[in-house]
């Protein structure tokens, strides 16, 4: 998992390290595929970024404690005693973000920084300038997925209350643990 550094900054795969564990991607990819074959398993990796967004769109998983492993429990938001609570916010929150897929000439440009010892991979992320929707603050935009949109004042502009947006943008936070946990337990039907 990585934390996109734009702006607001959002959850996403991380681009390095699209694996855990310290095994650069493509020996992990192998070990997990048992092959010994590195085109086949840099091909899989490569196309298990076009399925991130489905997941996270149509994953079940129910609201509720999940462990998170202890490697990651330091560094993810949220984390208690090396469980998470997972809440309906975090999953219509993930389910709406904004994904990004690198594609195009944005593909060719990634694809030149990397480097055979330090690979990139094209991984998705949640837009981390505007990751719910259209909206200069994205606390509105959020405010609006989870039903409960902010007040108007008399020209129909949002009134921000900092308790609410400081509780939104912790929760917006936590997504980053939320897509772990969904990646970790979630599953896809049929």
Not at 80 to 107: D, K, P, S, T, Y
Request: proline fraction near 8%; hydrophobic fraction near 45%.
């Amino acid at each position: 998992m990585w934390w996109l550094p734009v702006e607001s900054g959002a959850p996403g795969v991380d681009p390095g390290q699209p694996l855990r564990g310290e095994t650069p991607a493509v020996q992990r990819a192998q070990q997990l595929l048992a092959t010994d074959d590195a085109t086949l398993a840099t091909q899989r990796l490569a196309e298990v970024a076009r399925w991130v967004r489905p997941f996270v769109t149509q994953a079940r998983l129910a609201p509720g404690r999940y462990a998170v492993p202890a490697d990651m429990a330091a560094w993810l938001p949220g984390v208690q005693h090396g469980q998470f609570q997972l809440r309906v916010e975090h999953l219509a929150l993930l389910r709406a973000a904004m994904w990004r897929e690198v594609e195009g000439e944005a593909l060719q440009e990634w694809l030149a920084e990397s480097t055979e010892a330090a690979p990139l991979w094209p991984m998705p992320a949640i837009d981390g300038k505007r990751p719910y929707g259209d909206r200069s603050y994205y606390t509105i935009d959020m405010a609006e997925i989870l039903g409960r949109p902010f007040a108007v004042d008399g020209q129909g502009r949002p009134i921000l209350d900092p308790v609410r947006v400081a509780a939104l943008t912790a929760l917006h936070e936590e997504t980053l643990t939320a897509l772990q946990v969904l990646f970790l337990y979630g599953e896809m039907g049929g």
